[in-house]
Each structure stands twice: as C-alpha cells, then as structure tokens.
C-alpha cells in the first residue's frame, strides 16, 4: 500500500500509539495513527523511527528488544555549539545542514554543492521482499518477511530517496537499504552511502569486529567505544583479508551466551567502510556501507543508484545468539544453492602434490590415490590452462581459459572420462573432478593480454602494477564480463565438471576512477550469477587467496568459501571461530594438509588435523598421498568416515562456541540439529598440562527433559540433555599437544 502524508503540524512529545497496517504479516510492521511513527516488531525485536513534525527528519528511535510503544526523547532540545541537526537521533543522515557527525549520504550536485535536505513524503508496506538490481540480497516470501519502504525527497536538488527495511521475525533479523533517483536534468554523484545508519543512546559499548591479513584471517577484536570516530574499511578493492564487512557493538557484560548484542553485516564484496562514532551526547552513529574513497557515482538524470544491503540481527542471548541467527537466515534467505543444505564430498586438491608439474597420466594417477583414500571429489588445481603461454609458472597464461595441449593434448573431456571411470574405495561411487579457475584476472604474458591490453584496470600512463604477477580485469566493461562468461561456459560444455574453485589473488590498484570499483563489483556479481543460475549442477566455491572475500554478498552466489591459505591445524581454530561470527561453519571450506606445515612449520597430529576440517561444511585434503605412512593410508579412511556421518549436522545445525581458542586451552564447540534430535561436539586441548585441570564443558542447545546417547565411535554413555548442560562433561585428556575429540548425541 501506498501512503502520502501532508506536511506535519507540531506535536507535543508523548508516547506513540502504534496501529497495525499489515496485517497479514502477524504485524510485523505498524504505523501510528499519527501515519509518522514506524515499527518493525516480532516478539523479540522492536526496530521503531518517527519523523519530526517541524523538519519531516526521520528520527530513530529504538533498536533491539521488544517494546510494545515507541517512546520519544524526553530530554528535549539539547543546547549545545551545534544546530538541531547536531542533536538528534537521525535515521537518514545527510551532510551540510549542522548535523557534524559523519553522514550516510553525501551528495555532490551538479553545481558542486554538497548539501543535501531530504523530506518525507509517504510509506509503502510490502508483502515480502524486493530484490535489489544488480545486488545480492537476502530474500523471502511474504510468510517470512515483510518491507516497509519510507519515500524522502529534496525538493531543492530534484533528488528522491527510498528506504528499504525489512524485517525477518524467525531470524530477529532487519535489513536496510536505499535507492537515490535523479528527478532532475542534470548529472549528481553519490560521494558516500552507508546503507545502514542508525544512532544509538547514551549506552556503555563494546565493538567486535574481525581483522587479519593473509593466512591471519577473521581475528577478533573487541574494544571499548570511546568518544570520537573509530572504526575499519576495506580500500582494498575487496572485502579483504584485513577486515571484514561485519561488526558488532555489546554491552561490556555480554558473553557469548549472555547479555544483549546487535550484530551488522554488509551483502558486499568491495571496498567498504564501517564507522562507529561516539557524539558529545553520548549517543553512538553506526554506520555501514560502500567505501567513500572507491564510490564517487554519477547519476544522470533518471538513473536510479542503489545501496547495497546490511543485515542486522539483535540479540538477548550473546555473541552465540547473535551468530545463530546470522547462519540460519544466511542458509536459508541468502544463499541459493542447491547444495546450501547437502552434505558436501570430500575432496583432495592437486596442489600440494604436483603443483605446475603434471600432466593428464600424472593427474588421473593422483585421482586414483584420493578414491583410494575414500575422496570422492578429485580437483585439479592451478595449472591446467594456456597455449602460447601455458600455465608452467604463476607468471604465465591467465585469461587463457584453453586446456594446455603438453598435457592434456585431446583437451579436458578424455581426462575427466578417465577421472570419472574411477571408483572410491569401498564404494559404487566414481570420482567426481572440479577444476580451479581466476577468471578475473591476467597475465601480461597471455594471449589475452596481448590482444586487450585495455581489458585490465589501469588509470591513465601509471604504471600497470603486478602482484603475484598478475592484473586485475576491469569487470566494469561488459565486453570483460561476457568474455569470462563465454569462457567458463565453454569449459563447463567440454566435460561434465562438477566443482569450480573459484579464485582471486591480488587486491585492486590503480582503478580508472573512484567509481571503477563499484562498478567492478557490479560486473562480477553479473558473471557469477549467469553463470551460476545456468549451472546449478556445479558445486561453486569461492577463494581469494584464501579468506579476502569471504562476505555475505558472494555467499549470495555458491554455498561455500576457502576460509583461508593457512590449513595449519592449530591457527584454522582462531580463523575459523572468528570466521562464525556472522557467517556459518557450513560455509567454510578446510582441507587437511601434510606437517610440518608450510606455514607456520607446526606438526600437528592427523586426528587433530581432521577434527578442525570437519568442524566445516567442505572437508578435503592438501597433499600428497605418495608421501604418507601406512598408518596414515590406513587412518584416513577412517577420518573421511567420521566427518561423512557428522558433516549434515554441521551443515544444519545450530552453532554454539563453548570455549574459544583465544580464551581456553581446552576451546570447543558444537552442532545441534534444528530438531534438537542430534548434535556435533567438537573439543581440543592445545597444550597439555598437569594442572589447572580443564574446567567442565558445559553443552548448550540440547533439549534438557530428553536422554541423549553419547559416543565418540567406540563407546557410549546415556545422560540428559539437563546434565550436559547444567554440570557439563570432564573429558579425559592425554598429556600431549594437539589433542581433539570428537563425540555424537543422539536423543533416544
């Protein structure tokens, strides 16, 4: 429905009644009889704003648990060295008219003034939920979400703005974003959009977010909010290794099972920028959105740009609570493929085995030895590409998406027949093969580059920098996008490919222009998506180098990321807890790889090594079965066994952190099935010690009047799910490092 409001006249402050106008959708979002007053409830969650009736600025109001009223500031006008504007709790935050905290949305006009004064003019409430052009986006039908789109317009500039929010009940989940359109007849540029702006109290806070670096990824960082500006961004081109397009602001006493939080993630893979200020009132701005140093859009007149989505959850029940609800709404209103919630094959990984030096004999050799394992997934990595240039070295052929004839001279479709003949150990099943491919970037030593020059991103006469001996295509250009689409499409037609491993491995430098990385992104999520939605069969995994863009927008996309290059046992614990945070374990890919190390030097046992790949929805392997013991041929099997039978709870399952690596050395954690019928445990003890003796591990999620059936494979024990939650398990450790465990729990 459509509502035009006339121009408000002044009222005094006094609670606002809220009458339901959506009814259909359990009210989940009401309106005042005043028409200026909004909320989005479920029976945990209020998210309320109202506009002022002298300016018609949106004024937020509350966000987080239930409240049955909106109740408006009782402190009145705040005198101060500022204007009104300075003093208000905004929801749509524009720059130029005294409100000097940093803004949602800077607008520069075509006769280079910034100021921006948008109005409000009416609502409209929606049954479900728009898609956003071009974007990914959570998605939903009217029984799981509803959306209340708010219309603002500055009639000095010409300019409307809509507001998208929509509210997600099961999830206690919000998200947010605008459309700015040019009514005028002259070009503007959005200089900055932050898609989530919201002002909180006067509030004691704590920030959690994730940084890191390559092989460092997803690190957690909790801080105190202080006064003053304070917050991350990604100039990277990318989401990045360095941080993540999440954050988290709790309330010093909140743990992870306790007390309350409100978590915002970012549906992006560019350059963004999160930005936490703490005002003189006290009041914190949160905002979340696209990078202002990598944005600078123009809009002509009649365009119309959009804002990529944030979700915010908020929740009573900790950090955990926070997460659980990001993983259930992530796997079932974001991602979309038909493997999000199908137990996934375990893999092996040619590139720590043969690297560059293979060929077709070599290759189907290695496949045999992973079905020998139990490996029903054989993927040939880097390599494999290039004709003039064939892919010996990481300075050679990319963009040239040919099969090498020096090693597969009738081209992939023999090789995979040959690959696909295999049978797994013990099994009726053949091997499947996937192949790794970075389409998104060139060797100047190509045949494409050679002949496009000008594909790549390059600003003017600078110099073209390499990294990792590579450049960066301009997805911006169509002709880019359509080529990379041909081009996988004719590798997905030559041979029945059943996993693409998609990879990127350099951050973006020297872009054309500001705007040259959204536009980038725009291209990108193009190509994925004809490609994805023509190709459901195929099991898509991103990577970038590991973990840099591992965000919510990709996950759109394929159901799963390499989480990081780093597969030492012992640091994939921190990176994967931290990775969690706003995204699900069923998400996360971890191979078991040879020791020592090549990172870290660290030598771990095998089991270990296993338990903390099989805390993750894609389980695999990175080495050379040529060079293992007997004992390890003889135990893999095993292990594959093991993380088979566990692995549809972990993609299922609800997600508790019991202990974490940064806090215990004995961390661990768990999957419950939604139907609380079954569940994962996952412990470790990193260093072993005479005392302190490990403390008791407490389960959560189970159903506490039901009897559960523990085992760890060869032996069982019955308790109630009220024990194993209230006085919790000793587990008994050996006095060494590295030690795991993993047990199961049935309800009987």
């Known amino acids: 429905m459509r509502i035009q409001t006339p121009l408000a006249t002044n009222v005094v402050g006094s609670l606002f009644p809220l009458l339901a106008l959506c009814q ?33 600025d949106l004024i937020h109001d509350h966000w987080g648990a239930y409240a049955a009223e909106t109740v408006p500031d009782f402190n009145g006008v705040v005198s101060g060295w500022g204007t009104a504007y300075t003093y208000r709790r905004r929801e749509f935050p524009d720059l130029g008219r005294g409100d000097f905290r940093v803004p949602a949305i800077h607008i520069q006009h075509s006769d280079g003034d910034t100021v921006s004064a ?31 789109i708010i219309h603002l317009y500055d009639n000095y500039s010409d300019i409307s703005a809509d507001l998208y929010y929509s509210i997600f009940p099961r999830y206690n989940a919000v998200t947010r974003s605008f459309r700015i359109t040019n009514n005028g007849s002259r070009d503007v540029t959005v200089l900055r959009a932050s898609s989530w702006s919201i002002d909180m109290p006067n509030e004691e806070l704590e920030m959690i977010d994730l940084y890191g670096d390559w092989a460092a990824e997803a690190r957690i960082n909790r801080r105190s909010v202080t006064y003053g500006e304070q917050g991350f961004r990604s100039s990277a081109g990318y989401s990045s290794h360095f941080h993540n397009p999440f954050l988290a602001l709790a309330s010093p006493s909140t743990t992870e099972s306790f007390g309350p939080v409100t978590g915002y993630s970012l549906v992006y893979t560019g350059s963004f920028s999160a930005d936490v ?26 365009e119309v740009f959009t804002s990529p989505e944030v979700v915010s959850v908020y929740s009573e029940q900790g950090l955990g609570g926070m997460s659980r609800s990001f993983h259930s709404l992530y796997r079932n209103h974001l991602s979309r493929s038909n493997y999000t919630f199908e137990t996934r094959p375990p893999l092996l990984n040619s590139w720590e085995g043969l690297g560059f030096d293979f060929n077709q004999s070599s290759m189907v050799k290695l496949a ?59 099994t009726s099943e053949h091997v499947k093969l996937g192949l790794w491919v970075e389409p998104e970037m060139v060797s100047p030593d190509s045949d494409l580059y050679k002949r496009h020059p000008e594909w790549c991103m390059h600003a003017g006469n600078h110099n073209r920098t390499l990294q990792r ?31 693409i491993k998609w990879d990127n491995n350099r951050g973006i430098h020297e872009m054309s222009s500001p705007s040259a990385n959204h536009a980038n992104m725009l291209g990108l999520y193009r190509v994925i998506d004809n490609l994805t939605t023509a190709h459901p069969e195929v099991l898509w995994e991103g990577c970038a180098s590991g973990g840099a863009r591992f965000d919510a927008g990709l996950l759109h996309y394929w159901p799963q990321s390499w989480t990081s290059d780093d597969t030492d046992g012992l640091e994939r614990l921190y990176i994967q807890f931290g990775t969690s945070y706003p995204y699900p374990p069923s998400a996360m890919g971890c191979h078991v790889s040879a020791v020592p190390n090549h990172q870290t030097g660290r030598t771990t046992p095998l089991a270990f090594r296993a338990a903390v790949a099989s805390m993750c929805g894609s389980f695999g392997f990175e080495l050379d079965p040529s060079t293992l013991t007997q004992e390890e041929l003889d135990t893999i099997p095993k292990l594959i066994s093991t993380q088979q039978r566990i692995n549809p709870t972990v993609i299922n399952g609800d997600f508790y952190r019991l202990a974490l690596p ?87």
């Not at 009041?283 to 009649?302: E, F, I, K, T, Y």
């Not at 892919?391 to 090498?404: A, K, Q, V, Y």
């Open 24 to 56: 259909d959708n359990a009210n989940w979002i009401s309106v005042g009889d005043d028409g200026r007053s909004f909320s989005l409830s479920s029976s945990n969650v209020s998210y309320q704003f109202h506009v002022d009736p002298l300016t018609l």
């Open 118 to 148: 948008f109005s409000y003019t009416g609502y409209d409430i929606n049954p479900g939920k728009p898609s956003l052009p071009g974007l990914p986006a959570t998605y939903g039908s009217e029984g799981d979400v509803s959306t209340l």
């Open 277 to 302: 200020e703490r005002w003189s009132t006290g009041w914190v701005r949160v905002l979340l959105g696209l990078n202002p140093l990598h944005l600078s859009w123009p809009v002509a007149p009649g």
């Open 368 to 426: 045999k030895e992973a079905a020998d394992l139990g490996c029903s997934l054989f993927v040939n990595d880097d390599g494999w590409f290039g004709t003039d240039y064939p892919r010996n070295n990481d300075s050679l052929g990319l963009g040239d998406w040919t099969p090498d004839p020096a090693k597969f001279p009738d081209g992939l479709g023999p090789y995979v027949e040959q690959v696909d003949n295999i049978l797994v150990q013990n």
């Open 469 to 499: 001996n590579q450049l960066v295509l301009n997805l911006g250009l169509q002709e880019v996008q359509d080529y990379i689409i041909t081009v996988i499409e004719s590798i997905l037609d030559s041979a029945p490919i059943k996993y």
């Open 662 to 748: 940064d806090q215990s050395n004995w961390p661990a954690a768990m999957f419950v099935s939604p139907e609380h019928d079954s569940a994962v445990l996952f412990a470790f003890q990193i260093r072993s010690a005479l005392k302190p003796l490990p403390p008791p591990l407490k389960l959560q999620g189970l159903d506490p009047d039901a009897k559960y059936t523990v085992s760890n494979g060869t032996w069982e024990q019955n308790w109630s799910g009220s024990t194993l939650m209230n006085i919790g398990l000793s587990l008994s450790w050996p006095t060494s490092d590295y030690e795991s465990i993993i047990l199961t729990f049935d309800r009987h």
